[in-house]
């Protein structure tokens, strides 16, 4: 499956952007879904993820109440809605599929998609 990753851009402070994860090749209603993002000089991290059948979500402290992951398995997308946008999630955010173990461990999923940039300016 290929994933692609949309929806980045500049936002102020408070404001909202929506990331898109589309799938092509697979259905992606097949596999859970994580978002991971990385800041310069930093390690990628975990964001959200969510199960195949978006019955289960699951998020870093840092973004709880702020980001919220769904799909819609009929469009093979999966969303990232982000309110309350802060400086501090100004990075490189990445969607994967296909989870092999726990779904904060980058390592376990086997697709990945090019990121969206995402900067956040105070």
């Known amino acids: 499956v290929q994933l692609q990753a949309s929806g980045g851009g500049l936002v102020q402070a408070g404001g909202s952007l929506r990331l898109s994860c589309a799938a092509s090749?697979?259905?992606?209603?097949?596999?859970?879904v994580g978002w991971f993002r990385q800041a310069p000089g930093k390690e990628r991290e975990f964001v959200a993820a969510?199960?195949?059948?978006?019955?289960?979500?699951y998020y870093v402290d840092s973004v709880k109440g702020r980001f919220t992951i769904s799909r819609d398995n009929a469009k093979n997308t999966v969303y990232l809605q982000m309110n309350s946008l802060k400086p501090e999630d100004t990075a490189v955010y990445c969607c994967?599929?296909?989870?092999?173990?726990?779904?904060?461990?980058?390592?376990?999923?086997?697709?990945w998609g090019q990121g969206t940039l995402v900067t956040v300016s105070s």
């Open positions: 994967a599929a296909d989870l092999r173990g726990s779904y904060w461990d980058d390592s376990q999923y086997w697709y």
């Open positions: 090749g697979r259905t992606l209603s097949t596999y859970a």
């Open positions: 969510i199960t195949r059948s978006g019955g289960s979500t």
